[in-house]
């Protein structure tokens, strides 16, 4: 079983974790490898790490930012090391895994992205996602090597779906499904593409409406992000919101309505 | 919360490993490392991937024999990659967590065993083993690193320690108990060295009676060992045991009754 999953790499700096990470994929039936502005790729330190699954790493794709990585993935799960100043939905790599699995289908991708060995994700990288996923290390020694992260959740992920594969096996059993898990349909989540274009629109509307002031607006549009991305919307309802917005933005009625 | 598991790490080639492995087990609140014939050790290597962890490095036992680094084990957990000519019971890592902590408190010790890089464990150190623990990887790609197999192990054993934990609260939290999740007092568990001495006893006797021949008793010695690993004996049911091939010992009964 193949599990239709991508793994996005953000500023890594050891070519060597990279490698580590193609191969914890490939050991639990993971082959998308997304990498953004990695320090060093290729790179023979990398090539060596992957052992076996070097093929991933030629098939990688190379991206100038997360956006443009993440782009076609409807649900994207942030990892993070430690509580942020705003609180986004947390779940452990079980949870995740599920949901990730849930989320997915023939319409639908998923990424999960880790961030720089040092420094962990942006807080902006992390309000593009839509829940965060938190791996329960001790609280006196959380320092998780980037390629084992990557090896626990693409560990947790192969198990979700063997689970799933148990409770509905397919005729034709180990490699038969691309999604595993669905059994009806579901609408077609809005994409991270999508749901920037909204996220900019909205910004744009409140800018010009007052509400956000382009001095201080930061805390307010995290905030704003979280509801939108932790509900997780479709793409039906990204179209309804942006008419909602349409309708409401202060700069169709003119400039003496607007600012007011 | 520490988990006094022991992690034993057999002939590992690469000192980078024995630091990936000591860093994975800091993570999850383990630090009982034990090594048995490691190529290079102490190493360089080794202590630049083990990044935070050299602590558990510098108290690490090394060992000439496995035998040896789980004398003091009641319960020992054999990693395997493969199916083997001799079935045992196998669990995947979830459950290996849960009979783990089942097995331990202030009497027993508990130890996960794993084998060198390529050739993982022979089927002899297996054999001294109560179960073997497989982590589902993917069957066309089954090349898990050593490293990040400790981190599979040490992560489920730390998650079952914390949902142990949130069913029996302890009053100080974290970091308060040694020995997670038991209630009630159980017999000490047989320890390895003692098992050994039992083997060997019966192994003696049965050589003696002729039930074991000299010339061909592998397997069928794989086979009953087997039967009491399996069985994860306390000292009380040793000694039983003991008491019986005492008593059935034909060099006892004097030469003309023995090889009869």
Request: some cysteine.
């Given at each position: 079983?193949?599990?239709p999953v991508?793994?996005?790499?953000?500023?890594?700096s050891?070519?060597?974790n990279?490698?580590?990470?193609?191969?914890?994929?490939?050991t639990?039936?993971?082959?998308?490898?997304?990498?953004?502005r990695p320090?060093?790729?290729?790179?023979e330190?990398a090539?060596?790490?992957?052992?076996?699954a070097?093929?991933?790493?030629?098939r990688?794709?190379?991206?100038?930012?997360l956006t443009?990585?993440i782009?076609?993935?409807?649900?994207?799960?942030g990892?993070?090391?430690?509580?942020?100043?705003?609180?986004w939905?947390?779940?452990?790599?079980?949870?995740?895994?599920a949901?990730?699995?849930d989320?997915?289908?023939?319409?639908?991708?998923?990424a999960?992205?880790?961030?720089?060995?040092?420094?962990?994700?942006?807080?902006?990288?992390?309000?593009?996602?839509a829940v965060?996923?938190?791996?329960?290390t001790?609280p006196?020694?959380s320092?998780?090597?980037?390629?084992?992260?990557?090896?626990?959740l693409?560990?947790?992920?192969?198990?979700a779906a063997?689970?799933r594969?148990?409770?509905?096996?397919?005729p034709?059993?180990?490699s038969a499904?691309?999604a595993?898990g669905?059994?009806h349909?579901?609408?077609?989540?809005?994409t991270?593409?999508?749901?920037e274009s909204?996220?900019?629109?909205?910004e744009?509307?409140?800018?010009e409406?007052?509400f956000?002031?382009?001095?201080?607006?930061r805390?307010?549009?995290?905030?704003?992000?979280?509801?939108?991305q932790?509900a997780?919307?479709?793409r039906?309802?990204?179209?309804i919101?942006r008419?909602?917005?349409?309708?409401?933005?202060?700069?169709?009625l003119?400039?003496?309505?607007?600012r007011s």
């Open positions: 079983m193949q599990i991508r793994i996005v790499l953000v500023e890594t050891h070519p060597g990279i490698g580590a990470a193609a191969r914890a994929m490939k639990m039936g993971l082959s998308d490898l997304a990498l953004v320090q060093a790729f290729p790179s330190e090539t060596a790490r992957a052992s076996g070097a093929d991933l790493l030629e990688a794709s190379v991206h100038e930012t443009d990585a782009a076609d993935c409807g649900f994207v799960v990892t993070s090391a430690r509580a942020r100043a705003v609180e939905p947390t779940v452990e790599p079980r949870e995740c895994a949901r990730v699995l989320a997915i289908d023939a319409e639908n991708r998923a999960i992205v880790f961030g720089p060995e040092h420094s962990g994700l942006t807080n902006e990288a992390l309000a593009r996602c965060h996923v938190q791996i329960p001790h006196e020694f320092s998780l090597n980037l390629g084992m992260a990557v090896q626990v693409c560990y947790e992920l192969r198990l063997l689970e594969g148990r409770r509905a096996p397919e034709d059993g180990e499904r691309a595993p669905f059994a349909a579901r609408p077609r989540l809005a991270a593409a999508e749901l909204f996220h900019d629109h909205l744009r509307v409140l800018v409406s007052g956000l002031r382009e001095d201080h607006p805390q307010l549009k995290l905030k704003l992000r979280r509801i939108f932790r997780a919307l479709d039906n309802e990204v179209d919101l008419g909602v917005l349409t309708s409401l933005d202060p700069s169709r003119g400039p003496e309505r607007s």
